[in-house]
T-cell receptor, first 114, second 115 residues
Framework: KNQVEQSPQSLIILEGKNCTLQ??????????LRWYKQDTGRGPVSLTI?????NTKSNGRYTATLDADTKQSSLHITASQLSDSASYIC?????????????FGSGTRLSIRP | SQTIHQWPATLVQPVGSPLSLECTVE??????LYWYRQAAGRGLQLLFY??????ISSEVPQNLSASRPQDRQFILSSKKLLLSDSGFYLC??????????????FGPGTRLTVL
């Protein structure tokens, strides 16, 4: 069964601390994995995109990793800020180009406390 | 630069009433267009996508339909709303399809409440 699971479901950390969010997937054939940030009541905004051959990608204080062998990805946030409070969504694309599919994880809700 | 618009921003409709949500994209040509629904506390669910005018693919059977009358216009409709249609509806566009390394850009969303 093709699925994407994220953990934890929610997370509260203090401002300035680091955190890591997890995404495990079981899809085949894998195409790419994306992390999105979604502020409450807004549309998601792309943070990173990684293909099979990429194992790390950074976007400012956000660093995503991908282990295609274990089918796991993580999103590491460094020196968290209050504006990082949002839901973080892992999205996996799979399938062949003529029949590509996409699955969204249910997200991790991150709250940064001052 | 490209921008994506959705309206209305919020909508409250009675059960059994019709629905029309509109999405338009500016600053690009021949975009792929998508409609998603996000139920409270749940992940995004792809409803429809379109690779061109008049070309609509449905991902899940449902009470909704989509149309693309113009290159940069995508409409989500229903003849009779159900309570289960409540949710946050997001439109998105991309230059390429899902399976290639391309970003989807999301609109601001429409919050639909069916009573």
């Amino acid at each position: 069964k093709n699925q994407v699971e994220q953990s934890p479901q929610s997370l509260i950390i203090l401002e300035g601390k680091n955190c890591t969010l997890q995404c495990n997937y079981t899809v085949s054939p894998f195409s790419n994995l994306r992390w999105y940030k979604q502020d409450t009541g807004r549309g998601p905004v792309s943070l990173t995109i990684m293909t099979f051959s990429e194992n790390t990608k950074s976007n400012g204080r956000y660093t995503a990793t991908l282990d295609a062998d274990t089918k796991q990805s993580s999103l590491h946030i460094t020196a968290s800020q209050l504006s990082d409070s949002a839901s973080y969504i892992c999205v996996v694309s799979f399938g062949y180009s003529s029949a590509s599919k996409i699955i969204f994880g249910s997200g991790t809700r991150l709250s940064i406390r001052p | 630069s490209q921008t994506i618009h959705q309206w209305p921003a919020t909508l409250v409709q009675p059960v059994g009433s019709p629905l029309s949500l509109e999405c338009t994209v500016e600053g690009t040509s021949n975009p792929n267009l998508y409609w998603y629904r996000q139920a409270a506390g749940r992940g995004l669910q792809l409803l429809f996508y379109s690779v061109g005018i008049g070309q609509i693919s449905s991902e899940v059977p449902q009470n909704l339909s989509a149309s693309r009358p113009q290159d940069r216009q995508f409409i989500l409709s229903s003849k009779k709303l159900l309570l289960s249609d409540s949710g946050f509806y997001l439109c998105a566009w991309s230059s390429l399809g899902f399976g290639v390394t391309d970003t989807q850009y999301f609109g601001p969303g429409t919050r639909l409440t069916v009573l």
